[in-house]
């Protein structure tokens, strides 16, 4: 066990250096800070820079705190082309999306009891609706196809005259699969049905245009874009309509829909990262797509190898593998301590259960347990995915030869 003090010493430790550097891929958990985003939060840390609260008006202090903040929130929605009045802080996505449903429910439930998501949603999703459920609400579990997508077909059946809410992921943590959303937005409009769109992973890596695309609720959360951990934002569309419930109370910030101290250093992070992931939106996806490219070339040197999530509508960064004959677990195991993978969402590990994601497309047995997810972003290099893809086939094959043993 580290002691955290000796762990930030300025000496350096003898074990890491002798180590060769485990290659991470595992950027769908989440992303190390862009350089310049941790110099922005460093600089709202200390009594030299905004460190104030952003609601300590009565002085200058606070109202520099809360004029970098409003600038934050300000960037942030120009990238998303909305009002910044419309962005709720909070502390990620998962907050976010509790928000959104519960927020949603609690107000509306007058009008209706009924909740349409999908079986392939992210847990804060899938358990906020159980939660919901036990409380006396009706929530129908869309089934993807066997690649991963929804049509607006499945959407628009699946509605009854108590749907209030519709929550759908845009990018899928475990495939990488894109949610078409403009149609379904405009369905789900003309019906007058709110509409709520968990965008942690699409959002810096695929255009959002929020003037366009009729959305409600968008949850977004930074360390999914190079920011930094435990912060995110809810965009609402229109607040007087939407009229979330909060779920806490407290001091009134963010127009008394998420009270508590604005944490400063992370949302000017999160600003500055969003920006940089939009500037380089293109440049960071053809990265990726070339690293996708390598990586899918290498292992298929292998037999008994299957991609998960359609081809054609994914992000790049994001690839599902099944290994016929080898169990994830062991292969997760094997490669540890120089690869970095995952099975599914960080949010199951330690229960390594299999993928509720891959399930809901229908995926059974040897393919489901044997689903590895491996993801990469802007700091992963061709040399460490050319590594990665020769440790993984050779891993991969010396676990089937032990199981013929
Ligand atoms: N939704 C999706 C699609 C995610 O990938 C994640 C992170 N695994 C979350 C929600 C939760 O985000 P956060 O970690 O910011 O709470």
Do not use: W
Request: hydrophobic share 40%.
């Amino acid at each position: 066990m580290y002691l955290l003090d000796t762990l930030f010493s300025k000496t350096p430790s003898k074990s890491s250096d002798s180590m060769t550097k485990p290659i991470y891929l595992d950027y769908a958990a989440t992303t190390p800070m862009a350089q310049q985003a941790v110099e922005a939060m460093l600089h709202c840390l200390t009594l030299e820079g905004e460190f104030a609260n952003p609601a300590s008006l009565q002085h200058g202090f606070g109202e520099r705190a809360e004029k970098i903040v409003e600038q934050a929130r300000f960037q942030i929605a120009q990238i998303l082309n909305c009002k910044a009045n419309d962005l709720v802080f909070t502390s990620g996505a998962t907050e976010s999306n509790n928000l959104a449903i519960k927020g949603m429910a609690l107000s509306h439930q007058k009008r209706g009891k009924h909740i349409v998501t999908s079986a392939s949603e992210h847990k804060s999703v899938l358990d906020t609706c159980k939660y919901l459920e036990s409380q006396g609400f009706t929530v129908s579990f869309l089934r993807p196809d066997a690649q991963g997508v929804f049509s607006l077909q499945d959407v628009l059946q699946a509605l009854t005259d108590e749907t209030i809410l519709v929550s759908l992921m845009h990018v899928n943590n475990e495939t990488g699969v894109i949610q078409e959303l403009e149609t379904i937005a405009q369905a789900l409009q003309e019906r007058g049905i709110f509409f709520h769109v968990d965008a942690a992973q699409s959002a810096g890596k695929l255009p959002i245009d929020l003037s366009k695309t009729p959305i409600d609720l968008l949850s977004l959360s930074a360390h999914k874009f190079y920011g930094a951990k435990g912060v995110g934002c809810l965009y609402v569309r229109n607040r007087k309509k939407t009229a979330l419930a909060p779920l806490l109370h407290g001091g009134g910030q963010e127009f008394g829909l998420r009270p508590g101290t604005l944490p400063t250093h992370q949302i000017v992070a999160m600003a500055i990262a969003f920006k940089i992931a939009h500037q380089r939106m293109a440049a960071d996806f053809q990265h990726c797509q070339r690293l996708e490219q390598i990586l899918i070339a290498q292992l298929h040197q292998l037999d008994g190898v299957c991609f998960n999530g359609n081809p054609q509508q994914k992000l790049p960064n994001i690839l599902n593998v099944s290994f016929e004959n080898v169990g994830a677990d062991a292969l997760i195991i094997a490669l540890r301590d120089e690869v970095a993978i995952a099975s599914g969402s960080a949010c199951n590990t330690g229960a390594m259960e299999a993928s509720h994601v891959l399930r809901a497309m229908g995926i059974e047995g040897d393919r489901l347990y044997g689903a590895v997810r491996m993801s990469f972003g802007r700091y992963t290099t061709e040399a460490e995915i050319i590594q990665a893809g020769q440790r993984i086939c050779a891993e991969v094959t010396r676990l089937r030869q032990l199981a013929l043993e």
